[in-house]
Nanobody
Framework: QLQLVESGGGQVQAGGSLRLSCAASGRTINSYAMGWFRQAPGKEREFVAAISWSGGNTDYTDSVKGRFDISRDNHKNTVYLQMNRLTAEDTAVYYC??????????????????WGQGTQVTVSS
């Protein structure tokens, strides 16, 4: 069973940066598409970014394009989300997700099966 644990969240001022990590265990992730989602208070969970099993293809929601970067290190069984130029609107609990799939272009429409517990990101303005 694949298990995902997020880390790297915290509080940062607007304009700052954070790097989230998602460490996987129980399975190697080299056959999994991976994604990041977030849920702000009072809002539904929303897609943030996704990366294909090889790392060759990525997708982002419009609001983070040019600011966030998703990457993966299959040798370390870890996925990352580098977040730059953060704003108060980025405040949310961030979740890592995975699906056993060789889909070339994972996106918001991809059905992810495995989820982490989340890590809080708070951006103060």
């Amino acid at each position: 069973q694949l298990q995902l644990v997020e880390s790297g969240g915290g509080q940062v001022q607007a304009g700052g940066s954070l790097r989230l990590s998602c460490a996987a265990s129980g399975r190697t992730i080299n056959s999994y598409a991976m994604g990041w989602f977030r849920q702000a208070p009072g809002k539904e969970r929303e897609f943030v970014a996704a990366i294909s099993w090889s790392g060759g293809n990525t997708d982002y929601t419009d609001s983070v394009k040019g600011r966030f970067d998703i990457s993966r290190d299959n040798h370390k069984n870890t996925v990352y989300l580098q977040m730059n130029r953060l704003t108060a609107e980025d405040t949310a609990v961030y979740y890592c997700a995975a699906v056993l799939s060789f889909v070339r272009n994972p996106s918001a429409r991809t059905k992810f099966d495995y989820w982490g517990q989340g890590t809080q990101v708070t951006v103060s303005s």
